[in-house]
């Protein structure tokens, strides 16, 4: 893992000290809302619907032991004992007082954390593949160039009053698990035909009112260039981009108004003349970073584990989760386990301190101390060994922390809202809540198979919906909550948009309708292999259309 | 009305002209983009100092043949959220190789003033109603830079490998 040196650290206390004096002057009435407004968007701190709400950094999804610890002291002692992990990697507290706040961020930053840039018209906190580093066929480790950016970004003197929010990601694998090309920029690692390695820059794509999926703008950046590419686009941006309509503010209008291809000759224009200047990237700094990367040190060990192996058909309920929580490993021996903090019936993404403190123990005692928080709001420990999976099960079960449904029905990405936001229509949770009690049989999940369930409370589209296999999305209805279904997202290598399947249901309807849509995949997909998305791919949403709103009458009366 | 150097206080030299106004006699006045497009000859025909205001539309390469006579350009922040001059500013000095003065007015907040300098400012006209002192003390927060912007602060980077200009002279 990263670790601040002198700079990072002395840079992060004058920051804490700095939002000290701006809360100051704000409650001395020196600054008026509107001016405070800014700094402490920049500083995480939103205010809602019932109090301020402070987002704190997860930069590229990865923990500490020693910062999951601190994330449960804060928790108890500023929030009402939880933390809500979010799908930008982050983690959020929803009651911190503002004068609490300096304090509560100097506890971070003695643990080398912060809450910058998690907010404002600025570079947001940089994401990145939740596999960093394990995962097999990796070209290289998106968390070396996720640290890289996020100190060039950190207050950037000139990108830091953007027309809009801009978010960066970054994998290293054909495989999409961050929904790459749904961000402002989506950095996609790879080799030239000189095998050389670079970015290919996917520019301007985004969700929100307008979903638009980020074109491939330039197909390959050499590394050492990767710092004046984006500062040439960020400047681009920053010039040309809208600032007199915020919902037409975001880089993706300015780069589907120009063209993908005319956007990137402007880029490019800019680029030439300052690619061999201050920001080419030195070799020796790229390896101080990666150095921090460095793998732990794995032991030797056999790929096939019999006793491991032997634990899985002994106990059904093992393995069950064993194959819907793990990835493959690139180390023979070792697996990367997912945490699913979607039980049954919970707010999707909510921990308690309690569990933070466990994860924290797990993690020294089976995966060298490293965590990763995944955008489908999960926790990953990237580096168990498949001998000490069952151990790593049985006191994760003891701490209700081993559902079972990475990947399926249940593993629900839901935005706060109505319960919290005040730009929501609708009520998110409860509608998530009510699904995973309806599809919270293991076995008729793992039955189902993969299937990408995405819940917003309006069109922002912070709980992904747009790139959901299913996708809910709270409208308002005179007055009253009303939820509209589409079919046929994803956010993966296989990106595409939704299509709506018809009128909107009511709160009370919305459980069966989804069932309906399930049921109809069910009946007409070619076999278990055959995932969600596939059949709705063969078929079209003519079939899930006419059992939706056709045959009310076989619909299976609610069960709550 | 004060201007802010580094942080200092300075007399105001510079006249901001309305655009029916005659300027005043040995008088340093900046113009509107508008005007000095309108009167360019008369106005380069004055013995003395001209500037140009941009408002945060007008790109400086509007300006791009005319950087030699101009002493100053001030970037206009109509809105302190409106970071388009934070480009220009790098825009005129690194793309233009400007070496007048730049000079921020309008919305120029105290925040803000240190990315302004950073970026290649030389002057700002802090809002009537704001106490300057809090925008000397603004330059005192930060000792740690990351991003190289052609000021004279050194970056962590460069610091950490050894590449500042002061180890660098020390090691000859
Ligand atoms: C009080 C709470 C929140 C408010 C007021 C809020 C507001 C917004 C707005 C206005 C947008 C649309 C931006 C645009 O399209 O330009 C947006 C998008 C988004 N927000 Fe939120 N949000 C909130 C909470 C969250 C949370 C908790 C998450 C993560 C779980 C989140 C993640 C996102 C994402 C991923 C997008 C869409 C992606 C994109 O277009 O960049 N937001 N949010
Ligand atoms: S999608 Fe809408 S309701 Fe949900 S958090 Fe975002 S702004 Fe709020």
Same mark, same amino acid.
């Given at each position: 893992?990263?670790?601040?040196?002198?700079?990072?650290?002395?840079?992060?206390?004058?920051?804490?000290?700095?939002?000290?004096?701006?809360?100051?002057?704000?409650?001395?009435?020196?600054?008026?809302?509107?001016?405070?407004?800014?700094?402490?968007?920049?500083?995480?701190?939103?205010?809602?619907?019932?109090?301020?709400?402070?987002?704190?950094?997860?930069?590229?999804?990865?923990?500490?032991?020693?910062?999951?610890?601190?994330?449960?002291?804060?928790?108890?002692?500023?929030?009402?004992?939880?933390?809500?992990?979010?799908?930008?990697?982050?983690?959020?507290?929803?009651?911190?007082?503002?004068?609490?706040?300096?304090?509560?961020?100097?506890?971070?930053?003695?643990?080398?954390?912060?809450?910058?840039?998690?907010?404002?018209?600025?570079?947001?906190?940089?994401?990145?593949?939740?596999?960093?580093?394990?995962?097999?066929?990796?070209?290289?480790?998106?968390?070396?160039?996720?640290?890289?950016?996020?100190?060039?970004?950190?207050?950037?003197?000139?990108?830091?009053?953007?027309?809009?929010?801009?978010?960066?990601?970054?994998?290293?694998?054909?495989?999409?698990?961050?929904?790459?090309?749904?961000?402002?920029?989506?950095?996609?690692?790879?080799?030239?035909?000189?095998?050389?390695?670079?970015?290919?820059?996917?520019?301007?794509?985004?969700?929100?009112?307008?979903?638009?999926?980020?074109?491939?703008?330039?197909?390959?950046?050499?590394?050492?260039?990767?710092?004046?590419?984006?500062?040439?686009?960020?400047?681009?941006?920053?010039?040309?981009?809208?600032?007199?309509?915020?919902?037409?503010?975001?880089?993706?209008?300015?780069?589907?108004?120009?063209?993908?291809?005319?956007?990137?000759?402007?880029?490019?224009?800019?680029?030439?003349?300052?690619?061999?200047?201050?920001?080419?990237?030195?070799?020796?700094?790229?390896?101080?970073?990666?150095?921090?990367?460095?793998?732990?040190?794995?032991?030797?060990?056999?790929?096939?584990?019999?006793?491991?192996?032997?634990?899985?058909?002994?106990?059904?309920?093992?393995?069950?989760?064993?194959?819907?929580?793990?990835?493959?490993?690139?180390?023979?021996?070792?697996?990367?386990?997912?945490?699913?903090?979607?039980?049954?019936?919970?707010?999707?993404?909510?921990?308690?301190?309690?569990?933070?403190?466990?994860?924290?123990?797990?993690?020294?005692?089976?995966?060298?101390?490293?965590?990763?928080?995944?955008?489908?709001?999960?926790?990953?420990?990237?580096?168990?060994?498949?001998?000490?999976?069952?151990?790593?099960?049985?006191?994760?079960?003891?701490?209700?922390?081993?559902?079972?449904?990475?990947?399926?029905?249940?593993?629900?990405?839901?935005?706060?809202?109505?319960?919290?936001?005040?730009?929501?229509?609708?009520?998110?949770?409860?509608?998530?809540?009510?699904?995973?009690?309806?599809?919270?049989?293991?076995?008729?999940?793992?039955?189902?198979?993969?299937?990408?369930?995405?819940?917003?409370?309006?069109?922002?589209?912070?709980?992904?919906?747009?790139?959901?296999?299913?996708?809910?999305?709270?409208?308002?209805?005179?007055?009253?909550?009303?939820?509209?279904?589409?079919?046929?997202?994803?956010?993966?290598?296989?990106?595409?948009?939704?299509?709506?399947?018809?009128?909107?249901?009511?709160?009370?309807?919305?459980?069966?309708?989804?069932?309906?849509?399930?049921?109809?995949?069910?009946?007409?997909?070619?076999?278990?292999?055959?995932?969600?998305?596939?059949?709705?791919?063969?078929?079209?949403?003519?079939?899930?259309?006419?059992?939706?709103?056709?045959?009310?009458?076989?619909?299976?009366?609610?069960?709550? | 009305?004060?201007?802010?150097?580094?942080?200092?206080?300075?007399?105001?030299?510079?006249?901001?002209?309305?655009?029916?106004?005659?300027?005043?006699?040995?008088?340093?006045?900046?113009?509107?983009?508008? $005007?000095?497009?309108?009167? @360019?000859?008369?106005? *380069?025909?004055?013995?003395? +100092?001209? %500037?140009?205001? =941009?408002?945060?539309?007008?790109?400086?390469?509007?300006?791009?043949?005319?950087?030699?006579?101009?002493?100053?350009?001030?970037?206009?922040?109509?809105?302190?959220?409106?970071?388009?001059?934070?480009?220009?500013? $790098?825009?005129?000095?690194? @793309?233009?190789?400007? *070496?007048?003065?730049?000079? +921020?007015? %309008?919305?120029? =907040?105290?925040?803000?003033?240190?990315?302004?300098?950073?970026?290649?400012?030389?002057?700002?006209?802090?809002?009537?109603?704001?106490?300057?002192?809090?925008?000397?003390?603004?330059?005192?927060?930060?000792?740690?830079?990351?991003?190289?912007?052609?000021?004279?602060?050194?970056?962590?980077?460069?610091?950490?490998?050894?590449?500042?200009?002061?180890?660098?002279?020390?090691?000859?």
């Amino acid at each position: 893992m990263y670790r601040y040196d002198q700079f990072d650290a002395t840079f992060v206390r004058e920051r804490t000290e700095q939002f000290r004096g701006q809360v100051a002057r704000r409650l001395a009435g020196e600054l008026t809302e509107e001016e405070f407004r800014p700094l402490r968007l920049k500083n995480g701190l939103y205010l809602q619907l019932h109090a301020y709400m402070l987002r704190v950094a997860i930069p590229y999804g990865e923990l500490s032991s020693t910062q999951m610890r601190k994330l449960a002291f804060i928790a108890r002692r500023y929030d009402k004992g939880y933390g809500h992990f979010t799908t930008r990697q982050n983690i959020q507290y929803n009651w911190p007082r503002l004068d609490d706040v300096p304090d509560l961020l100097a506890h971070l930053a003695e643990v080398e954390m912060h809450a910058i840039q998690t907010s404002g018209n600025c570079i947001r906190n940089v994401t990145a593949d939740h596999l960093a580093g394990v995962t097999p066929d990796e070209v290289d480790d998106p968390r070396v160039w996720g640290e890289i950016i996020r100190q060039w970004s950190t207050l950037h003197p000139e990108f830091s009053y953007l027309p809009r929010k801009f978010k960066i990601v970054v994998i290293g694998t054909e495989t999409d698990r961050a929904a790459m090309r749904t961000h402002d920029i989506g950095l996609k690692i790879v080799r030239n035909d000189a095998g050389e390695m670079g970015f290919a820059f996917y520019t301007g794509g985004g969700q929100g009112r307008t979903p638009i999926i980020g074109p491939l703008v330039k197909a390959f950046v050499a590394k050492e260039d990767l710092l004046s590419y984006l500062d040439a686009t960020l400047r681009v941006y920053n010039m040309h981009g809208r600032r007199d309509n915020i919902y037409k503010a975001r880089i993706k209008i300015l780069v589907q108004s120009l063209g993908a291809e005319e956007f990137g000759r402007q880029v490019e224009e800019e680029w030439l003349r300052i690619k061999d200047t201050v920001l080419k990237l030195p070799e020796a700094e790229v390896a101080r970073i990666r150095s921090y990367f460095a793998p732990p040190t794995y032991e030797n060990l056999p790929a096939y584990i019999p006793e491991f192996e032997a634990k899985k058909s002994a106990d059904p309920d093992f393995g069950r989760w064993v194959r819907a929580n793990t990835d493959v490993h690139k180390v023979d021996g070792y697996i990367a386990v997912s945490i699913s903090l979607k039980p049954v019936g919970a707010a999707p993404g909510d921990m308690t301190a309690d569990q933070m403190d466990v994860m924290a123990d797990l993690s020294d005692a089976y995966s060298f101390g490293e965590i990763r928080v995944t955008h489908r709001q999960n926790l990953v420990l990237p580096n168990v060994r498949k001998q000490d999976l069952f151990d790593l099960w049985t006191r994760l079960k003891a701490v209700s922390l081993d559902e079972p449904n990475i990947g399926f029905v249940s593993d629900i990405i839901a935005c706060p809202g109505l319960d919290y936001c005040n730009l929501a229509n609708a009520r998110s949770i409860p509608v998530a809540q009510r699904l995973s009690r309806r599809f919270s049989d293991a076995k008729r999940l793992s039955d189902i198979g993969e299937l990408r369930l995405n819940i917003s409370g309006c069109i922002n589209a912070c709980g992904h919906h747009h790139v959901g296999h299913i996708g809910i999305l709270g409208v308002d209805k005179k007055g009253e909550e009303f939820y509209q279904v589409t079919l046929g997202g994803s956010s993966a290598e296989d990106i595409s948009i939704g299509k709506i399947l018809g009128p909107a249901f009511s709160y009370d309807q919305i459980t069966d309708a989804i069932e309906t849509v399930i049921d109809t995949y069910l009946d007409q997909r070619t076999g278990p292999s055959e995932r969600f998305i596939d059949t709705y791919r063969r078929i079209g949403i003519e079939p899930f259309k006419e059992k939706v709103y056709g045959g009310s009458k076989e619909r299976r009366p609610a069960a709550e | 009305m004060v201007v802010l150097k580094n942080g200092v206080p300075q007399p105001n030299e510079w006249v901001r002209l309305a655009d029916d106004a005659t300027p005043p006699d040995g008088a340093k006045v900046i113009v509107t983009f508008e $005007r000095w497009q309108a009167e @360019r000859e008369s106005l *380069r025909q004055r013995n003395s +100092a001209i %500037g140009v205001s =941009l408002k945060s539309d007008q790109s400086p390469l509007l300006l791009a043949d005319d950087l030699d006579r101009v002493s100053l350009v001030a970037l206009e922040f109509p809105k302190f959220t409106d970071g388009r001059s934070f480009s220009y500013a $790098r825009v005129l000095r690194d @793309r233009l190789g400007y *070496r007048g003065e730049i000079r +921020a007015v %309008g919305q120029v =907040l105290r925040d803000q003033y240190l990315f302004m300098l950073r970026v290649g400012i030389d002057t700002i006209e802090p809002p009537a109603e704001k106490r300057v002192e809090g925008y000397a003390e603004a330059l005192t927060e930060f000792s740690v830079f990351y991003q190289p912007t052609n000021d004279h602060r050194e970056t962590a980077l460069r610091l950490r490998h050894g590449l500042n200009k002061s180890t660098a002279s020390a090691a000859a």
